[in-house]
């Protein structure tokens, strides 16, 4: 709360740091402007996804449907914007892609909300339900030519640098998206009342109902509201790969959960923060992106993200563990 | 202007047929403090939930302030300046106690965004109302029980309450913070707020309260000023039955016999040290102290739930080691835990399940498959033995009261055929009636030649149940009365610290 550098949070940042140092100190490349703008676009998608699975993990929720709910968006939408020959700007794909993701949230929400399933069932279920659909009806086949405007979206960068083998390199534009989201949803959780509704009800959903919150138009806002941070995140990520693959995204939602977990949100609910999903998500980049440049086999990757989170809970759970072994005996 | 804030007039409810209320009455005077006193299911619940405005009556009359409520929402019963503090005193954990203070009052006020500093401010007020200071950025996960209290008290106060009700606020309390409860609700009492005090816990009633209103099976059975009560009063309306409160004899079987249990020099870092004691066949040995004296550290130990480090445990003479649960159980020691609720019970299951789930190994025929005529023999002979009330041992456990899931509890442990059975607060949570079947239960197998050891600090109970007490404090058995020979006052006293004064942190009672 309050941006309280909470332990969780602390030990990732040192870890990134360490991380950072290391590939660094063995290949001195990296601490270059052009690795870091390599960086920042690689979080993007993590990163909004992140920001999404944050909410739910909050709320005392887990939603693993929206990776397939960005594929549905991205996919649908390129493929109609190319259907009728749209050449205008990207952010008509980000409406329309957003739009179709609240709809989706929409359907999650009224499940979990009238129905009173859990979350994660229900999700996995539409999650499949979404996929399913949009590879039976609209389509299988790969967009490879995408609308102009989301083509010239992925070309656009700011602040160029001219990288080692004489190409430039800048910061692209998708970064300013993650930029936006960020702020805006850091406000909702801390700022506003529905956002500390959203810890309430995560904290103890009983007394969150005594004390007068309705729960279901919170329930509604949040998976709403994923749904359209995953439209969004859809569109980043079919402009930056260029193309819109239907088959794409689908099997990460575990990896951005992870990386969610890992920065100091609970499975259980209640707690977490914006600041730790970011840094969780950095460090899963940066440990995916650059053990290779340390000339680590990739097959690692997983492996080690796989400890760190072990790691990582485990120290947190140590310490509370040896702050509560006071002892009573009174050693006269 | 009127005394009464509160009269409730001939009020009746029923759930789905069965009436939970009769035509009761209650009224509470401005400034009150009243106890509303009765066994589980007596209606004590369903009336706070009607003066909350969470069920509407099917008639009678509500009247706050002078002014008639046919049907009362909770929002009315707020305005009107009704809070009620719940058992579990419905916090956010994960948020602060600052903002748990700040939260519902800015949620009333119809607040869309939050201002930390005004949260901060409110906090602070609210602390001031009754003048005590707990670390408001803590997180209320981290603040111990009475702290937790207190901010749900200090939060109602916020809303102008006029009348707080609180629903058994002392049951997760030591005596000590329970003391200072007190202070708190004379306080409130000395401005002006009444404050309905629900409880079944004898001694504070007749502490606490100016009035008492006594319901039995829906219905007043009694209501008046403290004074024309006493113990047994108290309990004569609660239960509707003559309870005698006697003393346990204990008989010494043969004069050199072996002690059924010894325990030399236990310690357990941090938990307990040096713990000598012996339980004879027969006996019921009580070992009681606060809230963090060690006590049921010590009994988790003898079970193997946290295993002693040091010193030894003899059983008839022989030494043997308790290294885990399964030890114990082996050797014959049985263990009723403190919260049946996440320990000792599986509450969705079948009461019949819950029986013989420490037992399931015996029932086995070949094949390892489970012998289903045996097992329905223990189930029947067990809750014949211990008056079970239930239809069918097929309903979840979860469907019974209180002193019926002790009693599963119980019957769990029995099917073992212990020869020491350990119970820790076997009572707590349970009504008077319940409460002296299960101390009979426990009387009857100790005169069988059970060992029983009772860790409790429900002081009555301590002393009408065990012939041998001791007395636990900072992890060392600190003395050793017999149960004839101390009285409730002495024992009490001596619990809190020799002559009272001796400090006992927050902190420590709480590891």
């Known amino acids: 709360m309050n941006g309280i550098f909470s332990r969780n949070e602390a030990f990732v940042a040192l870890i990134i740091l360490g991380l950072v140092l290391i ?254 999903a970011i840094l969780g998500v950095f460090l899963v980049i940066i440990i995916n992106n650059s053990l290779i440049m340390m000339g680590v086999p990739s097959y690692w990757q997983s492996a080690v993200i796989g400890m760190i989170i072990i790691l990582g809970t485990s120290i947190t759970a140590l310490q509370s563990k040896r702050e509560s072994r006071v002892s009573i005996v009174d050693n006269q | 202007m009127s005394e009464d804030f509160l009269v409730v007039k001939n009020v009746s409810k029923s759930f789905a047929g069965i009436q939970a209320l009769k035509k009761v009455n209650l009224v509470i005077r401005r400034g009150e403090v009243r106890c509303l006193v009765g066994e589980n299911g007596s209606g004590k619940s369903t009336l706070i939930k009607i003066i909350a405005g969470v069920e509407a009556p099917d008639e009678g009359e509500i009247i706050i302030g002078g002014k008639s409520f046919r049907r009362l929402y909770p929002i009315d019963a707020i305005r009107e300046g009704i809070q009620i503090i719940y058992q579990d005193f419905s916090l956010f954990p994960n948020l602060t106690a600052a903002e748990n203070l700040a939260f519902n009052y800015l949620l009333q006020k119809k607040q869309r965004s939050v201002n930390w500093k005004d949260v901060q401010k409110i906090a602070r007020e609210a602390m001031k109302n009754i003048d005590v200071t707990i670390d408001l950025n803590r997180r209320v996960e981290e603040l111990p029980v009475a702290d937790k209290q207190l901010v749900a008290i200090s939060r109602a106060l916020l809303h102008n309450a006029r009348l707080i009700i609180m629903d058994e606020p002392t049951t997760a309390l030591t005596r000590k913070e329970v003391r200072s409860l007190f202070q708190v609700i004379t306080k409130l009492q000395r401005e002006g707020i009444s404050v309905l005090f629900v409880s079944h816990k004898l001694d504070e009633i007749l502490e606490i309260s100016e009035r008492v209103t006594i319901l039995r099976n829906g219905q007043n059975v009694a209501d008046g000023d403290r004074s024309e009560f006493d113990r047994n009063k108290l309990i004569f309306h609660m239960t509707g039955r003559e309870i005698e409160e006697t003393r346990y004899q204990y008989v010494p079987r043969h004069s050199s016999e072996t002690p059924l249990l010894r325990v030399d020099g236990l310690s357990r870092q941090g938990s307990f040290a040096n713990v000598s004691f012996c339980v004879y066949p027969g006996e019921i040995v009580g070992i009681t102290g606060l809230l963090g004296s060690g006590r049921t550290e010590l009994a988790m130990a003898l079970f193997g739930l946290k295993p002693a480090t040091r010193g030894e445990i003899y059983l008839n003479g022989k030494h043997i080691h308790i290294r885990n649960v399964q030890d114990a159980i082996r050797h014959g020691i049985g263990y009723v835990p403190e919260d049946r609720l996440t320990e000792g019970l599986f509450l969705p299951q079948s009461i019949g399940n819950n029986m013989v789930a420490s037992v399931i190994a015996r029932l086995k025929k070949k094949m390892g498959i489970i012998d289903p005529q045996k097992r329905d023999h223990h189930i029947e002979r067990w809750i014949k033995t211990l008056k079970i009330v239930t239809p069918s041992p097929t309903l979840p456990v979860r469907s019974l009261s209180g002193g019926n899931q002790q009693r599963v509890v119980l019957a769990k442990w029995l099917t073992t055929n212990p020869k020491v059975l350990i119970l820790n607060g076997p009572t707590v949570g349970v009504d008077i009636g319940s409460k002296t079947d299960i101390h009979h239960i426990i009387r009857n197998l100790a005169q069988e030649g059970i060992g029983a050891v009772i860790i409790s600090d429900d002081i009555p109970e301590i002393i009408q149940n065990c012939n041998r007490i001791l007395l636990m404090r900072r992890g060392r058995i600190v003395e050793e009365f017999s149960g004839d020979q101390i009285t409730e006052e002495e024992l009490a006293r001596k619990m809190i610290g020799g002559d009272g004064s001796e400090p006992v942190s927050s902190e420590m009672a709480f590891v």
């Open chain 1, 23 to 276: 590939i660094g100190s063995i290949n001195p490349n990296f601490f270059t402007l052009g690795t870091l703008y390599d960086l920042l676009r690689s979080s993007v998608v993590m990163g909004i996804f992140g920001v999404g699975v944050l909410m739910v993990l909050v709320s005392g929720g887990t939603d693993i449907s929206f990776t397939a709910i960005a594929a549905f968006c991205t996919y649908v939408t390129s493929r109609y914007l190319n259907s009728i020959g749209f050449e205008g700007s990207v952010l008509v794909a980000f409406l329309i892609s957003g739009a179709i993701g609240v709809l989706l949230g929409l359907i999650n929400a009224i499940l979990i909300s009238s129905f009173k399933l859990p979350t994660l069932i229900v999700t996995l279920g539409t999650g499949n339900m979404f996929r399913g659909f949009m590879l039976a009806f609209i389509g299988t086949k790969i967009v490879t030519v995408l609308p102009p405007g989301m083509i010239r979206f992925s070309r656009t960068e700011f602040f160029p640098v001219t990288t080692l083998i004489g190409g430039t390199n800048g910061l692209s534009a998708a970064v300013f998206v993650l930029l936006a989201v960020v702020p805006v949803t850091w406000y909702i959780l801390n700022y506003t009342m529905l956002g500390r509704g959203i810890y309430a009800i995560g904290g103890d959903r009983v007394a969150a109902e005594r004390a007068g919150l309705n729960i279901n138009v919170i329930q509604f806002f949040i998976y709403c509201y994923v749904g359209f941070l995953a439209g969004i995140a859809g569109i980043v990520h079919s402009s930056l790969v260029r193309t819109a693959n239907p088959f794409d995204l689908v099997g990460t939602e575990l990896s951005v959960i992870a990386a969610v977990v890992l920065g100091g949100a609970r499975i259980t609910g209640g707690h977490g923060t914006i600041l730790g």
